[in-house]
């Protein structure tokens, strides 16, 4: 089954189960990240955010990053 046609299966539940949904995909994202601890995502975080407050760095429209993020799965 295509991405597209689960998407649109899924867009077609009630509103629970799109939410009940949303966290295990999200939940399973996660776990598939590599183990990071607190301080260490606080200092980049602190990191980039002056990093664009003295535009060494220029930031991106939600579309831009989503388009980018789809592209690089190869489902757009």
Do not use: F, Y
């Not at 089954?1 to 299966?9: D, H």
């Not at 009940?20 to 996660?30: E, F, G, H, K, R």
């Not at 002056?50 to 990053?65: C, K, N, P, T």
Request: aromatic fraction near 2%; proline fraction near 3%; charged fraction near 30%.
């Amino acid at each position: 089954m295509s991405a597209r046609t689960l998407t649109e299966k899924a867009m077609a539940l009630p509103i629970a189960e799109r939410v009940a949904l949303a966290q295990a995909l999200w939940q399973s994202i996660v776990d598939g990240l590599p183990e990071t601890d607190e301080r260490t995502a606080e200092l980049e975080a602190v990191r980039r955010d002056e990093e664009l407050s003295r535009g060494a760095v220029s930031g991106r429209l939600h579309a831009e990053v989503m388009q980018a993020a789809r592209r690089a799965i190869e489902c757009a």
